[in-house]
């Protein structure tokens, strides 16, 4: 019989029935608007003060490098410490440096030098928040078979955010300006240290009895990662994606004004629209039962992100341009929720800190180099021709990784077997030895 709605929502929500999730998703829904709502009024006072695409380009890299080169050391402080504490103190710290920024901008003395060390000060804290939240997630979810479906509804979260917070900040720049935005960003980190601090967690689990030397460790996880196939796959095409396809977003100021004749508000739409595409490929994919074909949503995501971008890059209409970027927010959302999903049920348990945290140097680390060099290539030979590029290269890793995808294939089955991630893999394992091989289930 078919399902019912009831029971379908049940299954889109089920990580939900995790207390501890559901404390996690209440705080992050509401700092999250905020955090969109910030990140689009910096893009707009950046380009408001200067008029410089180059100038984006730098805030953004400022931003972001810090994850290039802490990250790592926040993986080793995540397999080892409380992870909730940790959280604790980097949300606090993002809540200073929204106010600081408010204050500036309120009072009329904010400079762009101010913006680009704040956004130093705030890639500082994002590099150890981001892994360490990305790792904690498996905490928090009672039940491992939900795992999935929490990093699906997690990113789901991010994108229902970004749907709202560009919309409110597009209307609020308009109208009161900017530093309204940051205020309210502030203000909005105490609803997620409320959810922490409530939490009740089990102790975990100590995997080694000696702690070694930090660098040691990060080699340990570095050999881990990236001499297993699967792992070095996804993290390398993220990497690619991120350096060439997702500096985008540090452009799309650029052409609201320039090639759309518009203002904040048509900033804000066009974000917006890539947050509904994002929260459509997030929704999709916490409607999955399981990680099987994700192997192939990986390939096709992110042929839809390079068409996303591609089309945005070349259209001079404004409905258009909502509709890619509606298609590459679909794209680029699915193919990250579908990597991390990957990531997150192959991997060892004590070394989740710091894969993690790779994965986020990758998906961002790398980005400050993106929007960095788009800025100076949007300068350079224009907006249009840095976003073609970049569709292109994603083109090529998308190719990439289809060719490689059945070697990737082989070496997940028989891990996913012996966790027992996957109840139909494991299953029908048991006649598999006397059968022709078949494509792999996990992916």
């Known amino acids: 019989m078919p399902s019912s709605p009831r029971s379908g929502i049940k299954t889109l929500l ?77 949300q606090a710290l993002a809540m200073v440096q929204a106010a600081l920024l408010a204050a500036a901008v309120i009072s009329g003395l904010v400079q762009i030098w101010h913006i680009i060390v704040l956004s130093l000060l705030l890639g500082v804290v994002n590099a150890f928040d981001i892994p360490i939240r990305q790792s904690f997630v498996v905490e928090m979810v009672a039940h491992r078979e939900d795992l999935g479906n929490a990093i699906a509804l997690n990113s789901s979260m991010v994108n229902g955010a970004r ?65 297993f196939g699967p792992i070095r796959s996804i993290l390398l095409l993220i990497a690619l994606v991120s350096l060439t396809g997702m500096p985008y977003a540090v452009l799309v100021p650029v052409f609201a004004k320039e090639i759309l004749h518009g203002g904040a508000h048509t900033f804000g739409f066009l974000m917006t629209a890539g947050g509904c595409g994002a929260l459509a490929g997030t929704v999709y994919l916490a409607s999955r039962k399981s990680v099987i074909g994700l192997g192939r949503v990986i390939v096709l995501s992110s042929v839809l992100f390079a068409a996303g971008i591609a089309v945005f890059a070349v259209s001079r209409y404004f409905v258009l341009s909502m509709a890619s970027m509606t298609l590459a927010g679909f794209g680029a959302m699915t193919l990250v929720a579908s990597c991390n999903t990957v990531l997150q049920t192959i991997l060892e348990e004590d070394k989740r800190g710091r894969v993690m945290s790779f994965f986020t140097v990758a998906f961002v680390g790398i980005a400050p180099f993106g929007s960095f060099g788009a800025g100076a290539m949007a300068g350079t030979v224009g907006p249009r021709e840095t976003l073609l590029f970049g569709a292109a290269c994603c083109l090529v890793g998308a190719a990439l990784f289809a060719k490689y995808l059945p070697q990737i294939r082989v070496m997940v089955r028989p891990i996913y077997v012996r966790m027992g991630i996957i109840k139909e893999v494991a299953e029908g394992m048991e006649t598999a030895a006397e059968q022709p091989p078949m494509p792999d289930a996990s992916k």
């Open 14 to 90: 089920r990580a939900l029935r995790s207390r501890n999730y559901r404390l996690f998703v209440a705080g992050q829904s509401v700092s999250l608007v905020g955090t969109w709502m910030q990140q689009v009024a910096m893009s707009w006072l950046v380009y408001r003060l200067t008029g410089s695409a180059f100038l984006l380009g730098v805030v953004g890299f400022t931003s972001q490098i810090p994850t290039f080169l802490l990250a790592p050391v926040a993986g080793v402080l995540a397999d080892r410490w409380n992870r909730r504490r940790l959280l604790m103190v980097t």
């Open 163 to 227: 749907m709202i917070g560009p919309t409110i900040a597009g209307l609020l720049v308009a109208s009161v300006g900017e530093g309204i935005c940051f205020m309210l960003n502030s203000i909005s980190y105490l609803a997620v240290l409320l959810a922490l601090a409530a939490m009740r967690l089990a102790p975990r689990p100590h995997h080694r009895a000696e702690r070694r030397h930090v660098f040691h460790e990060l080699r340990e996880g570095f050999t881990y990662a990236f001499g």
